[in-house]
Each structure stands twice: as structure tokens, then as C-alpha cells.
């Protein structure tokens, strides 16, 4: 299109113009014509809705999912229960009516402390609980009495209970009264909807994973409400839909005697099933009872789960890193054997140090080892072998190889907020420290990692996921502890398939000779003690991971402070020839992995593969003390 | 001395613009004061912050802000390729730019960029405009267009790709190319449907049939509908509608403040507001056909008729004749970013009409 003159394209635009203001006004006048529609034609209508508002749309709260164990033993589960509710906009007086009421329903002074939390995390006219589980004569007593009490009533509630207690309260969560945090949840999956009437939210565990799954369809009712807002008529009725129910692959007795083994001792532990990733136990201790959070914990309850040195809210098996100590040794020697550093036959002289530099690395054996091979070098965990081994290799190999069976990353399990740990690398000291004498790595520093000390920092789940990976001969899954979800409904199960994360390729004669040094170890190494007279051969590797650099100084296990004594570790699976079960115990300052973690592994692998049921207590491992690491 | 302070503050400013427009933030005063009293300070503060931005915007020569239309493009476009890389991500959606101390919305200022763009290059092609300047034009108008929608933002996509088409349109795009393209657009609808999001899909069905998720997805728009239609001829009175007042009517001060504005002051309250648009709109076409050159021109009409496009497609969704898209009521819903905006564009006209032609050709 050309023009021959300004004054011709000017025309044109005038034109345009002309065109988009006829448009503009004939959308007004469409506009204009819709409200017309409303407001004078249909306002009769509209306005008889607007009056039917006052019919209010009631929610119908569905029942959550249970959890269950593999063999239907119920974790999480709901009951019902009258609680007085009171919404504040249609009290006058608060204070008064509280007063009325406590006349003749047990209203503790922490039940108005918690009604006043309540009151301030929540809307003036949502109906807040002041009493839960009344009993059938205080309901009674209530009713009578109700036409003296606006904005006053009771309602049938369904409440979280687990029936165990504190048991595996790291796996299931808790449930919690819902906060601005979950709102943001539920906005992000467009569930506003199905979230109305919802008072609680899956706070931590399994509860707060699959809180989508487990939450269920919102009903609800159409009801016709007097002036004073109590329902007068039910016009309409949609039913809720039930949340699914979640199958777990853990197995409850297991889990169970995991718990039993620790004793009051604090620590974690993670059994899997190493061909499908399945969680058949998960401990952290101490751990907590999830009831206390349903009903909104109070503040005596949170004050001393949340500052008890203890910890209990923390899940170690997920959020504590621990460096793993001599647990590392056959994954560097298996690093060492895939990256052609080292054959298995070829032996170094340990003449109980490693100079380096300066600087002297001690092995724990006074005049070392003698003669080592790489068999040696684990089954009586030699730490001369590694300092020379991880000088050879260099950190980078290292963490690549480290890297590649998740150790320092996430595994993925369906439990959110799982820590990360610590791989060290040259790029990971750069990232990690500001200053730039500090992002240096020093080759010293490598020697230390070697032995799994140093930087080194990994999470239970994160070492239990790598031993299982052994155990399957290279093949990695993702730890998980749903087996799969049930739909009340139809009662249609979908299973949560076993994810193979990758196959790492390993030479499976590489991995043959590790298997067969794991097995040594608890035949003729720091693991016989634990496993004398056990009916299956198993394979292991202990582990001692030091709490604090005593500088030089001796090791000396009574005289040193218990939070200053040293983790014990152990991974392990067994039996030996066909893993039906992979493991990893830490014991928080329980001195050597061969004498407070290995027990625990026993008595898991003993009812695991035997049924054989832990006689008493603990075995005493004075006994042990032989043993190095 | 403060009569000449005075004088020169008022220069720039044209009246009758600033009449329109003053009346609309008055309206947008009284429905606040009703929808939300507890936000009526920060939306003063938005006020002053907006006229400001106009005033100095006013002073800014047509020539000038000519001369920085790409590199405000380009800087635009490559904010929203940012935000795709980087971007923060609320209610699922990636639209903010976190600078650390600021959050910003890149999309927003494509609003304005883009009508500035397009006109510059059709200023510079005046001499002969060929269809394949019309082309380039749409890929300049495209690329962010695509960006916008990926975030994903269908409301800010549709104002700024209906800036950029209103500069094409207005610089002469053939009819036979409109009707074309419309025919193809028809044609392509079925296949734009399968690519659009889940919730927009969701938006428009619940247009068709609203009373089917009567507590989740379509209780937006009936409860909106509700309140429009029971405030009658006269309307309940201001601070007296009930859909508004008991919190029937969801984000009641922003996106559906007009259904809160209709509820209370009814239809002659409609009225009022309409022609008040109307009459914004015609004097922004009346400076667009009095401008200097080729580019004051298309960029006067083209920010006039989004300011209409603003207003059609609120009151459009707020009634339920159009999808629920999340574009504010010009000038009067809540959100200092949008107000800035429009009254960035209205500050633009000021100046397109401080320097127009003196003496028609």
C-alpha cells in the first residue's frame, strides 16, 4: 500500500478512528444493554438470590484417608466427637459467655488460652472450637441450655487420631489446625474450593505429602439458616467423597522392634527393600506423639518438644547429616576399582600413619596394619589404605562418583523437607565459603574425606539408598513409603511402581569383590561380634563418625562427654547372596558403629528374614570393644 | 510567585482529560471507601504516585519518548525473558522479577512499550508502508505476546497484544488482510483451546454454565452476576450492598470492585461510569486525529482504545459475558501498578496534545 501524500494518509487514519469509535460505542451500548438485563429485567430475579444468600452453602467436610502398614495395621486413623463452637461476630461478649458456659462444661484455663490463639490466626465469623470431645452429659446439659447462648453450638467433628502414639511419628506427621502457609498450598493447587470447612492440614510426614490425597472431595449441603445463622432446613445435599487411603511398604513389627532397639538412645534408621525402594522401616529418636498437635498443641507441649536438646521434632533419618565415617570405605573402593585407580589385589604397606606434607595421618590400629589389600582394607577398615587411596583419586573423582549414588542430594522420598547433606568438591568449597582464602581446596583435605570425615556430611535415607544400590548390583531406586493409594470409593489401588532411578553401569566383577569384602566384615571383621550364630549370612560395613577433633590427643571412650563421643554407623544387607532388605543405623554418640549400631541391625535383619523376635534387652557390647575401626 | 508556581505545574496538563479522569479516581474513591475502608490510605498513595508519573510524563516531547521507543522495547522484552528464567512464581504463575529490593511486573510496561514501538517503526517506514512492514510489525508484536501468555498471564497478554494491534490497525492495516486473519483465527480457535491452561479452559466453560461448581470455579461469576443484578435501577445505597458487605463478592476492591460500584449505586451509578469512559475515550481519539505526525498519532489511539479495552473487558467478565481474565476496572480498581500504567498513558495523550498541530493541513 502506497501512498501518494500526507494528506491522503491522514484521511485514512481519520477514517480508522471513525471505525474504532463506532465500535467502541456500539461495545458500551452492549455493555449498557447486559446491565439493563440484570438490573432492571432480571433484577427480580437477582435480587431473590441475593436474598437466598442468606441460604448459605454449608461444606460437608470429608473423611481423611487412613494410613495403614503393609499389612493393614492402622497408623493414622479419624473418630468423632462433639466440641462446642463458638463464632465470635455473633457473641456480644466473649468473655461473659465463656464465663456461662464454663458454669456447667469443664472449660480448663488452657482451653481459653488455645480459643484465643485460635481467635487471632482465624476470622471473626468462622465457628472456633472451646471444647473438644465433650462428653455425652456435658451435650446434654448444653442443649437445655442453648437459647441462652447466641453464636453458641455444637457440632460433630471428625479428629486425626493415632492410635500408636508417638510410634513412627516421623513417618506419619501430624495434622495441625490450618495456617496463611497452607493457604498458599492450597491456592497453588486451585483446591480453595475443596478446602472450605477444612480446619486441618497435614503439617509434616506422610500427612503433609500426599494432604491432596488424603483430604477427599468437599460435600455440600444447601441449608435455609435462621436469623441468628443456625440451619432451619436442608434444601439440597451433595456427599463428600472420603480421602484415599494410603498403603504403606513399611512393616509396622519391624518398625517396632527398630523403635525398641534404640532404647532412650537418639538416632535413625532406614530399612529398604533394595529392588524396589520400598521404606520398610523408618526410625529417628526420640520421636514425638503426633496427637498432641490435633486438637492445636498447647504452649507448655510445643515449649518442650521444641527446646528439648533432645530434639524430637527433628527426623534425623531425613534432616540429620552425619558424616559416615568408615561406612564410606567400600563406596571409595568402589570408586577406586570403577575408575581403574586400584586393582583388588594390590596391597600398600600401613605402617599405622600417612605423611602428608607436614602433616601426619594417624590410623587407628597403633603399628598399622601390615601387608593391606582392598579385601583387608575393609573388612578390618584400614585408614591408611584410604588416605592413600583418596590422595590418588582427587575430590572431584570422588564426589562424581559419590554424586552418582545420591549421596549429597535428595533421594526423593515421599517426606517433604529432606535435607541435602554435604558433598564436598572443589566447586562445592567455592559456593559454599565467602571468603577467597577459604574457597581453596587443600589436597590434606581430600585425604581426610577419603575416610569419610572432613566435609563429608550425608543423611541416613542417603547412606541406606547407597547400600541398597549396592546390594541390587548398581541399580538405584527411589526410596518411598507408599505402596500404594487406595480410593475409598471404588476401592481402585493404584500402586506407586518402584522407580529405578538410573542403572550406574557398574563392572559386575567391581561389584562382586565389595560384596564379598561386606561379607567379611561381619564374618571376620568389626561386624562378627554382632553377627556371631546369626542363621544367614549378611554383609556390612561399621562406621564412627567423630563428633569432635580431639586434636592429637588419645581417643579415650569413658572419659569423654557424651555429647562429645562419637556417632556409630553401620549399613548393611543381608542375606548376603539375594538382598531382601538394606539398612543404615546411626546411633547419635554411641562410640563405635560395631557396638551400638550394629545391634540394632541385627535384631532388624533377625524378625526381617527369621522372624525371630529380640530376646530382652540390648545385648551388652562391653565385649565389643576389641574391634577397631 | 505561587500563581506562576501554579501556572507551571498546570501547563502540560490538558483539562478536559484531567476532568474525566479526575472523576473516574473519584468514583474509584467512594467504591474503595465502601469495598475496602482499611485499604483507602494506600490507594491515596497510589493516587498521588500516578498523578505524578502523569504530570512529568506530560512534560516529556512526543519526539523524545519516540527516541527511547526500542530501547524501552527491548528492555521490556528482555525483563520478560528474565522473568521466564528467574522469575518468582505465586499461585503458580510466573510473573514477578525479584531485583532484590523491588519486585517488578515486566509485563506491565509492555502496556506501554509496545504501542510506542509499533508506532516508531511505522513513523519510520511512513513513506511507504508495504505489507510487509505489517508483518514485521506483527512479530514485533508477537514476541512479547508469547512471552506473556507462557507465564502464564492471559489478562495482561490480551491488553498488550490489543495495544500492538490497535497500532496496526490504526496505521492502516488492510481489510482484506482483518477479515483474513479473523477467518484463520476462527478456524485455529479449536486448536488455541487445547493450549490453553487447564484453569483458563475452566474460566471459559464456567461462562457457558456457571451454577455447575457452585462453590469453586463459577462462584466468582454468579456471585458477581448476583450482586450487579439485585442492585437494581437505584441501587441499595452505598455501604449497604449485602453481596458486598457480607464478602459474597471475591477480591471485591480489585478485580471485582465494579460488581461492589453496581451492587450500591445501581444502574444509574452505571451510567454515570460509562459515560465517563466514553467521554475519556473520545477526547483520547479526539488528540489522537489532532496529532503531530504518523507516530503521536497511532500511539494516541492506541492507548486510547486500551483504555477502553480495560473497561470492556472488566465490566465484560464482572457482569459474565466474558471470561473471568483478571484485567482491572481502569482508574478505579485497587493496585498501584495498573494505576501508574493508565495514567502514564493518560500523562503520553497530554503531551501528544501539548504538541500537536497548530494548524490543520
Known amino acids: 500500500m502506497e501512498f501518494k501524500n500526507p494528506q491522503e494518509h491522514l484521511e485514512q487514519f481519520n477514517r480508522r478512528v471513525a471505525v474504532a469509535g463506532a465500535i467502541v460505542l456500539s461495545c458500551f451500548v452492549l455493555l449498557f444493554g447486559r446491565l439493563v438485563w440484570l438490573q432492571v429485567i432480571q433484577h427480580d430475579y437477582y435480587q431473590t438470590r441475593a436474598e437466598d444468600n442468606r441460604i448459605s452453602l454449608v461444606p460437608i467436610t470429608p473423611i481423611r484417608g487412613l494410613i495403614v502398614d503393609r499389612q493393614g495395621e492402622v497408623l493414622a486413623r479419624n473418630y468423632s466427637a462433639y466440641t462446642l463452637e463458638i463464632t465470635p461476630s455473633q457473641v456480644p461478649d466473649l468473655e461473659t459467655t465463656i464465663d456461662g458456659l464454663a458454669e456447667f462444661i469443664d472449660i480448663q484455663p488452657k482451653d481459653r488460652r488455645r480459643f484465643k490463639k485460635l481467635m487471632e490466626e482465624n476470622k471473626r465469623f468462622e465457628s472456633l472450637p472451646i471444647r473438644t470431645r465433650l462428653s455425652d452429659a456435658e451435650v446434654a446439659k448444653f442443649i437445655a441450655r442453648r437459647f441462652r447462648f447466641t453464636g453458641v453450638d455444637i457440632k460433630a467433628r471428625l479428629f486425626r487420631e493415632y492410635p500408636r502414639g508417638a510410634f513412627a511419628s516421623h513417618v506419619t506427621g501430624y495434622l495441625g489446625r490450618v495456617t496463611e502457609r497452607d493457604l498458599g498450598r492450597i491456592e497453588a493447587q486451585e483446591a480453595e474450593a475443596n478446602y472450605r470447612g477444612t480446619d486441618h492440614f497435614g503439617k509434616s510426614g506422610l500427612e503433609q505429602h500426599y494432604e491432596f490425597e488424603l483430604h477427599g472431595i468437599t460435600g455440600f449441603e444447601k441449608v435455609e439458616v435462621d436469623a441468628a445463622g443456625r440451619p432451619v432446613r436442608t434444601m439440597a445435599r451433595t456427599a463428600p467423597v472420603p480421602g484415599n487411603n494410603l498403603t504403606l511398604t513399611l512393616d509396622v513389627k519391624l518398625q517396632e522392634i527398630a523403635e525398641e532397639a534404640f532404647g532412650d538412645r537418639r538416632g535413625a534408621l532406614v530399612a529398604i527393600e533394595p529392588t524396589t525402594g520400598g521404606i520398610l522401616a523408618l526410625v529417628s529418636m526420640p520421636n514425638y506423639d503426633p496427637n498432641l498437635f490435633v486438637d492445636g498443641i498447647n504452649v507448655a507441649d510445643w515449649g518442650e518438644l521444641n527446646n528439648s536438646p533432645e530434639k524430637p521434632m527433628v527426623n534425623r533419618a531425613l534432616n540429620g547429616a552425619y558424616p559416615p565415617g568408615s561406612t564410606f570405605k567400600p563406596f571409595m573402593a568402589l570408586a577406586a576399582l570403577e575408575l581403574g585407580k586400584r586393582r583388588p589385589e594390590q596391597a600398600i604397606f600401613d605402617p599405622g600413619y600417612f605423611n602428608f606434607g607436614s602433616h601426619t595421618f594417624r590410623d587407628d590400629k597403633k603399628g598399622g596394619h601390615g601387608t593391606v589389600d582392598m579385601y583387608k582394607s575393609i573388612v578390618q577398615s584400614c585408614n591408611t589404605y584410604y588416605y592413600h587411596l583418596a590422595n590418588d583419586m582427587g575430590i572431584d573423582n570422588i564426589a562424581a562418583f559419590m554424586g552418582s549414588i545420591g549421596l549429597g542430594s535428595r533421594t526423593g522420598v515421599d517426606i517433604e523437607g529432606e535435607s541435602e547433606g554435604v558433598l564436598p568438591s572443589q566447586a562445592w568449597k567455592k559456593k559454599r565459603f565467602k571468603k577467597v582464602e577459604q574457597q581453596k581446596w587443600f589436597a590434606g583435605e581430600t585425604i581426610s574425606v577419603g575416610i569419610g570425615q572432613g566435609y563429608n556430611a550425608y543423611t541416613p535415607i542417603q547412606l541406606a539408598q547407597a547400600i541398597a544400590t549396592v546390594a541390587n548390583d548398581g541399580v538405584m531406586f527411589r526410596p518411598h513409603l507408599v505402596k500404594h493409594i487406595t480410593d475409598t470409593r471404588t476401592g481402585k489401588q493404584t500402586p506407586i511402581e518402584p522407580q529405578p532411578l538410573k542403572a550406574l553401569g557398574w563392572k559386575q566383577a567391581n561389584i562382586d569383590v565389595i560384596k564379598r569384602a561386606l561379607v567379611g566384615v561381619n564374618i571376620e571383621g568389626t561386624g562378627t561380634r554382632a553377627f556371631a550364630g546369626a542363621g544367614y549370612v549378611s554383609a556390612g560395613k561399621t562406621g564412627t563418625s567423630q563428633v569432635y577433633s580431639l586434636k592429637g590427643a588419645e581417643y579415650k571412650r569413658q572419659g569423654t562427654k557424651e555429647e562429645l563421643r562419637d556417632h556409630s554407623l553401620y549399613i548393611a544387607y543381608a542375606p548376603a547372596d539375594k538382598p531382601a532388605i538394606a539398612v543404615a543405623v546411626l546411633v547419635e554418640n554411641g562410640g563405635f558403629g560395631s557396638q551400638a549400631a550394629a545391634p540394632i541391625a541385627r535384631q532388624v535383619f533377625d524378625y526381617y528374614l527369621l522372624g525371630k523376635l529380640p530376646k530382652g534387652a540390648a545385648p551388652a557390647d562391653e565385649a565389643a570393644k576389641e574391634a577397631d575401626e | ?361
Not at chain 2, 454454565?209 to 445505597?237: C, M, N, R, V, Y
Open chain 2, 1 to 361: 510567585m505561587i500563581r506562576e508556581l501554579w501556572q507551571k505545574l498546570v501547563a502540560p496538563i490538558d483539562g478536559p482529560l484531567m476532568g474525566f479522569t479526575g472523576l473516574l479516581l473519584l468514583v474509584a474513591l467512594i467504591a474503595m471507601a465502601s469495598a475496602a475502608p482499611g485499604r483507602m490510605m494506600t490507594h491515596l498513595a497510589h493516587i498521588v504516585v500516578a498523578l505524578t508519573v502523569m504530570r512529568v510524563v506530560a512534560q516529556i516531547p512526543p519526539q523524545r519518548l519516540m527516541s527511547l521507543a526500542p530501547a524501552l522495547y527491548v528492555f521490556g522484552v528482555l525483563l520478560l525473558v528474565a522473568v521466564a528464567l528467574f522469575g518468582d512464581v505465586s499461585k503458580g504463575a510466573r510473573r514477578w522479577l525479584n531485583l532484590g529490593f523491588i519486585r517488578i511486573q515486566p509485563s506491565e510496561l509492555m502496556k506501554i512499550a509496545m504501542p510506542l514501538m509499533l508506532a516508531w517503526y511505522f513513523q519510520k517506514h511512513e513513506a511507504m508502508l508495504r505489507l510487509k512492514d505489517y508483518a514485521v510489525a506483527t512479530v514485533i508484536l508477537l514476541i512479547p505476546v508469547a512471552l506473556i501468555i507462557r507465564q502464564p498471564d492471559l489478562g495482561t497478554s490480551i491488553l498488550v497484544f490489543a495495544a500492538g494491534f490497535f497500532v496496526i490497525f490504526l496505521a492502516g492495516l488492510p481489510w482484506k488482510v482483518i477479515i483474513g486473519l479473523g477467518a484463520a483465527a476462527a478456524a485455529a480457535a479449536p486448536f488455541a483451546w487445547t493450549m490453553l491452561h487447564d484453569y483458563q479452559r475452566q474460566r471459559i466453560l464456567m461462562l457457558l454454565d456457571p451454577e455447575k461448581d457452585p462453590l469453586g470455579k463459577g462462584f466468582h461469576i454468579i456471585q458477581s452476576t448476583i450482586a450487579i443484578g439485585s442492585g437494581g435501577i437505584l441501587g441499595k445505597g452505598w455501604g449497604q450492598g449485602t453481596q458486598a458487605q457480607l464478602e459474597f463478592i471475591p477480591e471485591r476492591h480489585t478485580d471485582f470492585i465494579f460488581a461492589v460500584y453496581a451492587e450500591e449505586l445501581g444502574l444509574i451509578g452505571n451510567l454515570v461510569l460509562l459515560v465517563l469512559y466514553a467521554l475519556l475515550i473520545g477526547r483520547g481519539l479526539q488528540i489522537a486525529v489532532k496529532a503531530a505526525n504518523l507516530f503521536a498519532r497511532l500511539v494516541a489511539g492506541a492507548i486510547t482504545l486500551i483504555f477502553f479495552t480495560y473497561a470492556f473487558v472488566n465490566v465484560g467478565m464482572v457482569s459474565g459475558i466474558l471470561p473471568v481474565v483478571g484485567v482491572p476496572l481502569p482508574f478505579v480498581s485497587y493496585g498501584g501498578t495498573a494505576l501508574v500504567t493508565l495514567m502514564l498513558g493518560v500523562g503520553i495523550l497530554m503531551s501528544i496534545h501539548k504538541n500537536r498541530m497548530l494548524v490543520q493541513k
